[in-house]
């Protein structure tokens, strides 16, 4: 698909749809591929065009709007990382100006994790032993179901199995909301 380069410098809509419509996909896709998150991945798309339409009296003929595409959204992607970076930095720098705040968070949080975790232990030892296996090599190990079939010499259905089972035996005995919001966060994984 050809785009007149001359027509978006001028900043004709019409040949900028056509560009957004052909090459949006292509984008967010190169920028997913990077980085494996659909939302941000989005974003960067967007800011891409964005930076398009914004710097389009930049466009050159002497280089194919696919490269020059590619290129902005390289550095777009490029500019939003270091700035998720210096947001992180920022953050970190905010908690090491309170270090009480920051030792009282983290006692607080080895505490709740011992005591989350010692009572999921308690209650996968009430399942069978091959069902208990499967269980931490998926949700806590994070094995793929072939993976853990491979481990175990089982196939991928009794995996399945086995997961859908432990589940249903571990869910009546949950006992607190620190033991569900435990497993919410191993079953996300």
Same mark, same amino acid.
């Given at each position: 698909?050809? $785009? ?45 065009? $964005? ?70 232990? !308690? $209650? ?26 491979? $481990? ?36 996300? !994984?």
């Amino acid at each position: 698909m050809s $785009i007149d380069i001359m027509s978006l410098r001028g900043g004709d809509r019409d040949t900028f749809d056509k560009l957004f419509y052909s090459y949006y996909p292509s984008v967010r896709n190169y920028v997913l591929g990077r980085v494996g998150n659909d939302y941000f991945a989005e974003e960067v798309a967007q800011l891409t065009f $964005i930076r398009i339409w914004e710097k389009r009296s930049y466009l050159t003929d002497e280089l194919d709007i696919n490269v020059q595409v590619f290129r902005i959204a390289k550095t777009v992607l490029i500019d939003q990382l270091r700035s998720k970076c210096r947001k992180k930095n920022d953050l970190n720098f905010i908690i090491s100006q309170n270090p009480q705040k920051d030792v009282e968070d983290q006692l607080f949080y080895n505490i709740s994790y011992k005591d989350t975790f010692g009572r999921l232990n !308690k $209650i996968l030892d009430t399942l069978p032993p091959v069902r208990k296996r499967v269980f931490e090599l998926s949700k806590i190990k994070g094995f793929s179901h072939k993976e853990i079939s491979g $481990i175990l010499n089982i196939s991928t259905k009794t995996v399945e199995c086995h997961i859908s089972k432990a589940l249903k035996q571990i869910k009546p005995l949950w006992s607190s909301l620190n033991v569900i919001a435990a497993v919410i966060v191993l079953l996300q !994984k």
